[in-house]
């Protein structure tokens, strides 16, 4: 006789422990439920039935022994990017054995929902998602397991921390399948249909670069806000995504190559997909800074400006000397930093370029981020008894604009830009001119920071 799912009641009490809140899914083995643990301050937690359509009690039997095997793997998991494996649990429900893995429950957004709320995200958006998933799927992998089902249902962004977290491992598909195979029955592919891979979707196989292609279609409908069926041919077995959104080149190319049609021609690992990434920030950032240096050395040279046709924004004076002595550290936390103790010297690491070149670009020649960005301990050199005076006093300026920038949640960059446009309205015959560190162009700086704190002003 099929084992069938019943639905629970809101408010029911499994084991004297876990009240059922509600029910949040349901899929082709059970329901899932958000629940709270009573013995544990009543903390929520999530419930995933287990309640497979199999046909004799030995089978059965079969499959919680091979749902407890898949939920042993997941207990071994140890990361904050994963929710929690916290118990199985068998008890009887309305006379009849059932079984649930209890996780811990994520509070946040999946990125389906942030999608359709928000629209299409943005390269940045996407870059610092990149970021910080691909050392959880380099975890996952050294684990010798595969998720096996990467979609933005299955991607939550945490409230606590706009973290995202990687949910519904296919743990209870594959103790199903394993059922099936012995049984004879028919096989449950384990994976949604646009974001698995063939090997996966056609022959059951899933190997690591099968997350990585998952997790490519992923950010396509994020980056496009379209369906995989809308950007994907079928019968070629190829993406049409670029023309429905606005990425650089070198994202695009690491984005094709991990949906390449056949495992091979994808990147082995995550691991290789961050060093990709980093090896291709480095490279812009190169070509940034010694764009950078060319405007600090020669900013009045017109041959090279009307090749360009780029206005020149201010930047200081001493960029060219400071710009050897930058390292790699995340550039958010370079900034950060330089707003907690203006005394510390900046750094960049791993994915910071990345964010150098993709989240700042826009607004990168901007007075201020550049002034932060090669500004060490002593960038201003004021020809002026007060020359110690002057650097702290403008370096608090600079820290009191982010830290409002930060607490009205305002896109630094886009804010930045804006800023620029008012002061070069107000100051035309400034466009092209470089502001340097001499006093002469301090009441220039001044004002630049005038209309930066009017513009928070209105907003707070």
């Known amino acids: 006789m099929a084992r069938t799912s019943a639905l629970l009641r809101d408010g029911t009490i499994l084991n004297d422990r876990y009240r059922i809140i509600r029910q949040i899914g349901r899929g082709g083995f059970g329901r899932t439920y958000l629940a709270e643990d009573t013995q544990r301050y009543r903390e929520k937690c999530v419930l995933k039935e287990f309640a497979p359509q199999v046909e004799s009690d030995r089978s059965l039997r079969k499959a919680e022994e091979l749902f407890a095997r898949e939920a042993g793997i997941l207990y071994k998991l140890k990361h904050d990017q994963i929710p929690r494996f916290e118990a199985l649990l068998k008890t009887r429900v309305d006379g009849k054995d059932c079984l649930f893995l209890v996780q811990e429950y994520i509070d946040g957004d999946s990125y389906w929902d942030l999608l359709k709320r928000g629209g299409k995200f943005s390269e940045e958006e996407i870059t610092k998602l990149l970021a910080e998933l691909l050392p959880v799927l380099s975890y996952i992998h ?35 399948n ?28 899933a190997i690591p670069s099968s997350d990585l292609y998952s997790l490519a279609a992923t950010i396509v409908v994020l980056l496009t806000g379209k369906q995989p069926d809308d950007i994907y041919n079928s019968h070629k077995g190829s993406w049409h995504w670029r023309s429905h ?10 984005l094709d190559k991990m949906l390449s049609y056949h495992p091979r021609d994808r990147y082995p690992s995550a691991e290789k997909v961050s060093q990709v990434l980093t090896a291709q920030s480095n490279s812009f950032a190169s070509n940034l800074i010694s764009r950078l240096r060319t405007l600090v050395v020669a900013p009045g040279d017109s041959h090279a400006n009307s090749n360009s046709k ?44 990345i964010l150098l070149g993709v989240i700042f670009v826009p607004g990168i020649l901007s007075f201020t981020f550049i002034n932060n960005l090669f500004n060490l301990s002593n960038s201003f050199s004021f020809k002026s008894k007060d020359n110690t005076y002057l650097l702290q006093k403008e370096q608090n300026k600079q ?34 001119v470089q502001l340097t560190e001499d006093l002469k162009h301090r009441q220039y700086r001044e004002k630049w920071y005038e209309i930066a704190n009017q513009l928070l002003d209105k907003r707070e």
Do not use: W
């Open 399 to 432: 820290k009191e604009i982010y830290q409002r920038i930060e607490a009205l949640n305002l896109n630094p960059s886009t804010f930045y830009n804006q800023v620029d446009r008012l002061f070069y309205q107000k100051y035309p015959n400034l466009k092209g």
């Open 142 to 176: 050294q684990e010798n397991l595969i998720h096996r089902d990467i979609s933005p249902d299955n991607l939550i962004k945490r409230h606590s921390d706009g973290k995202p977290v990687l949910i519904d491992f296919g743990c209870v598909k594959i103790a199903a």
């Open 310 to 353: 780029e206005i020149v924004k201010p930047v200081v004076a001493q960029a060219n000397s400071n710009i050897s002595r930058l390292n790699t550290q995340p550039f958010s936390a370079q900034i950060s930093k330089f707003v907690s103790n203006g005394s510390d010297r900046p750094k960049l690491k791993r994915f910071g370029l």
């Open 245 to 254: 959104a606005k990425v650089s080149s070198e994202l695009a190319k690491i």
């Open 178 to 205: 394993a059922v099936s195979q012995s049984t004879g029955q028919y096989i449950t592919l384990i994976g949604k249909k646009g974001y698995a891979p063939e090997e996966q979707m056609g022959r059951g196989k």
